[in-house]
């Protein structure tokens, strides 16, 4: 069973808004924290987002904040991101992934064990 995968990327124009969602195994969603990473080619992953079991403290990093809102399901096992006023930067694959670390909240690609296939996002300007 695939633990993580992504789906609702496409193609936007800029100033849009697009809602992905990650659909998680029972197992993976109950990790400490969810999060959303973000790779264009020729670079390594970004940090996104990320929101711990329970949906509490959702945090969204610097480069996307007061754009994009991460939130989650527990019923459905379903994390969102809801992504508004989409620039062209923003174009990127975006990863679900799935982190057991509790203390500091992770943020780093290497603190993140489950990991989906990514769903593409493009900003067109």
């Known amino acids: 069973q695939v633990p993580l995968v992504e789906s609702g990327g496409g193609l936007v124009q800029a100033g849009g808004s697009l809602r992905l969602s990650c659909a998680a195994s029972?197992?993976?969603?109950?990790?400490?924290?969810m999060g959303w990473f973000r790779q264009t080619p020729g670079k390594e992953r970004e940090f996104v987002a990320r929101i711990d079991r329970s949906g509490g403290s959702p945090y969204s990093e610097e480069i996307v904040k007061g754009r994009c809102t991460i939130s989650r399901d527990n019923a459905k096992n379903v994390v969102y991101l809801q992504m508004n006023d989409l620039k062209p930067e923003d174009t990127a694959v975006y990863y679900c992934?799935?982190?057991?670390?509790?203390?500091?909240?992770?943020?780093?690609?290497?603190?993140?064990?489950?990991w989906g296939q990514g769903t593409q996002v493009t900003v067109s300007s």
């Open positions: 029972g197992r993976t969603f109950s990790m400490a924290y």
């Open positions: 992934a799935a982190s057991s670390f509790l203390y500091p909240p992770p943020d780093r690609e290497s603190q993140y064990v489950y």
